[in-house]
């Protein structure tokens, strides 16, 4: 059995990317199994999904704690979520990545297998669009040989219907692009079975000790959300305020639907990168253009 | 001191709302409930009592308005039954793991169908995981006394959890008998004004009831259960000063000729007279039958149950619900599972009667005995209902 875990964000098709893998496995008459993190559902913010792939009947309904494999659909998770975590040592992390970027990746080459492919840029050319996940699975295949490209067309048909012979081609590409780095470190030695052991664990699953929970639940502390950070959850790109085009007539302000967008000391308007989600909502507002979406820099 | 007086049951324990200086009423009338209400509707109305009474327009809404008032520090009361009953089943859970004390009676009656307005334990019993304090009242006096012994209970600090008072419909409810009416000035004396600290505050804002994930769920029940097995010792605290004030004594259960019994009878609710003037003619006739009447059905007495049952051989359980498909009713299956781990395996025998306001006489009870006396045979089934085969 082989356990493989996405990272992506919501909206990327992470979910759907473990799903079309587990059909297609079942359709070559293996055993697969596909389900989500499950929770709320929310565009942009950090999600999983996880994936199993045997050839006998899988008996598990836990999520992937020591995957086998992870696929990442957008290596900027990387600074806010261990994506490494539980990754067996001498497993393969599979990563979107512009070929610009890869030499950030290296320093977990040491110990793992990098599976590196510029997936965006293979969906761009093939579908059009930035979404990433079926040109993933060309590049887990690549790396793992897990199942055949072909066994893929009976999935991407039932799912996309009219766009599957466009992301069959992104698969495809990603497939022939995607380079694989062995890990520079020394070979792992296969661990020995470990002694089953659960200490912690609920440390680590509870947030405190019942007796340190308010009455009932409750949380003491108002307005405690503003540390949650949904800048987080930003995933195609910033707004870019061009001042020499601005007439400051404050459209974006009202638009935007995160209240994330407020005036410098210089009355120049500028957005909160902690809450602004990305939505480009501002930016098609402007009524001079004076907004534009910009990729971010990560890593 | 307290006045002896002929008064319905559902007056005496409305009465007892006033007394204990209710702040918020809000409720929805159904039948059997209707005369709580109504009486508690027309003492607000006529001054007597200083109250919001909030007329809702459903039972679903009543005990919404209730976790809102109870949340911003009021003595709140609400009653209903049956259907109005499993229309706040949802909410009923939300209030004891949010912690809010309140008091409710539910003057119980069947569920449908068919549609039946009568007496049995059809509406309680389906919810007794609501995580509340359940009390069945036996009569006017109990009724009465329980309501201001529950308002004490659920704001104590140490419990801070929705009490129920569960009184027969009818045959509990609208019977009129005598009950010795607690004084403004007794009821002063036992219970305080409401001092809840209101967690609804502007001037010190939190959420309740907000999202609570794996990461604290299991937690939040934990506390919630603490509360509710901790609420035993401030209960029989409660009932010791009520004792000393008023000289009238409760537990957790009572018990009827227990001495020497080749059988005991288990009851809940008003039938348990009946039970006991039945142990008084079985008794007369040489056999040697007892009687134990549950008044606190949750936190269940394991202890006191398992301790006044021995070393009686044969139980009969009296349920007066059918929980269909299960093993046994629901008040047979808490009894065989006290007894589980016991060294001591006693038969017990479950009898469902009772149901949608069949007659449950002495009859009912001297057959119980009876049936179980008689031993079991292979063909016994796990339940003896009461009902006509042929």
Redesign the interface.
């Known amino acids: 059995m082989i356990e493989i875990r996405f990272h992506g964000r919501g909206g990327q098709g992470s979910v759907t990317a473990a799903e079309l893998v587990a059909q297609a496995a079942i359709n070559e008459g293996k055993y697969a199994q596909a389900f989500p993190s499950f929770?709320p559902e929310r565009r942009g913010a950090p999600v999983s999904a996880f994936l199993r792939v045997s050839d006998s009947q899988i008996f598990l309904r836990e999520k992937i704690e020591a995957p086998d494999v992870i696929v990442v659909l957008d290596a900027s998770l990387i600074e806010l979520v261990d994506v490494f975590s539980g990754l067996k040592a001498g497993g393969s992390a599979v990563m979107n990545c512009p070929p610009h970027k890869r030499k950030s990746l290296m320093p977990w080459n040491e110990s793992y297998r990098l599976v590196t492919v510029d997936a965006t840029q293979a969906a761009m050319n093939n579908i059009g669009l930035p979404i990433a996940n079926t040109a993933m699975i060309g590049a887990l295949l690549k790396g793992m040989g897990l199942i055949k490209l072909d066994s893929f067309q009976m999935p991407l048909q039932t799912r996309f219907g009219r766009l599957a012979e466009k992301n069959f081609q992104s698969m495809t590409q990603a497939f022939h692009d995607a380079q694989i780095a062995e890990p520079s470190g020394e070979a792992p030695l296969s661990s020995p079975a470990q002694e089953l052991d659960f200490s912690g664990i609920i440390e680590k699953?509870?947030?405190?000790?019942?007796?340190s929970?308010?009455?009932?639940?409750?949380?003491?502390?108002?307005g405690n959300s503003a540390r949650f950070l949904t800048g987080t959850w930003r995933m195609t790109g910033k707004p870019v305020f061009h001042s020499d085009a601005c007439t400051k007539c404050g459209l974006c302000r009202l638009f935007c639907p995160e209240d994330a967008i407020f005036r410098d000391a210089d009355e120049q308007f500028i957005y909160n990168e902690d809450y602004c989600k990305g939505c480009g909502q501002c930016a098609r507002e402007c009524p001079k253009g004076a907004i534009t979406m910009e990729e971010e820099a990560w890593v | 001191m307290g006045l002896r007086t002929g008064i319905e049951v559902s007056l005496a324990l409305a009465e007892a709302v006033g007394l204990s200086r209710a702040d918020v009423i809000a409720a929805y009338p159904i039948t059997p409930q209707t005369h709580i209400v109504e009486h508690l509707a027309e003492m607000v109305a006529e001054g007597r009592l200083d109250a919001e009474y909030v007329a809702v327009e459903s039972e679903h809404s009543a005990i919404s308005a209730c976790l809102g008032s109870a949340a911003a520090g009021a003595r709140t009361f609400t009653a209903t039954a049956s259907q109005g009953l499993a229309f706040m089943h949802e909410i009923l859970f939300i209030a004891s793991s949010m912690r809010l004390p309140l008091v409710m009676a539910v003057a119980n009656r069947t569920l449908s169908s068919p549609i039946n307005i009568l007496a049995d334990h059809s509406d309680i019993m389906p919810e007794r995981d609501i995580g509340w304090v359940q009390l069945f009242a036996e009569n006017g006096q109990e009724a009465h006394d329980l309501t201001l012994q529950a308002f004490k209970l659920a704001e104590d600090s140490q419990v801070l959890l929705p009490v129920l008072i569960s009184l027969d419909g009818f045959f509990l409810s609208h019977m009129i008998e005598p009950v010795t009416l607690i004084s403004q000035e007794e009821a002063d004396a036992f219970l305080s004004p409401c001092t809840l600290k209101p967690r609804l505050d502007p001037a010190e804002p939190r959420t309740l009831g907000a999202l609570g994930g794996p990461e604290v769920y299991t937690e939040v029940k934990q506390q919630q259960n603490e509360a509710l097995c901790g609420a035993v010792p401030v209960l029989e605290k409660i009932w010791n000063e009520f004792s000393g004030q008023f000289g009238r004594s409760y537990r957790s259960l009572e018990t009827y000729r227990l001495d020497n019994a080749e059988i005991a009878l288990i009851t809940m609710g008003a039938v348990s007279e009946t039970a006991r003037s039945s142990v008084d003619q079985l008794r007369e006739r040489g056999i040697r039958a007892g009687l134990v009447r549950i008044r606190l059905w949750r936190p269940f007495p394991v202890r006191e149950l398992l301790s006044s049952l021995d070393p009686i051989p044969c139980i009969a359980v009296l349920d007066r619900m059918l929980s269909p498909g299960s093993v046994n009713g629901p008040v047979a299956l808490e009894v065989k599972s006290a007894f589980y781990q016991h060294s001591r395996q006693p038969r017990i025998n479950c009898f469902v009667a009772g149901l949608g306001g069949r007659e449950l006489s002495r009859r009912t009870f001297i057959e119980m005995v009876n049936r179980s006396l008689a031993g079991e045979s292979h063909d016994t089934p796990s339940i003896h209902l009461d009902v006509r085969h042929a």
């Open positions: 929770g699953e509870a947030l405190m000790a019942w007796k929970l308010a009455l009932g639940g409750d949380i003491l502390e108002p």
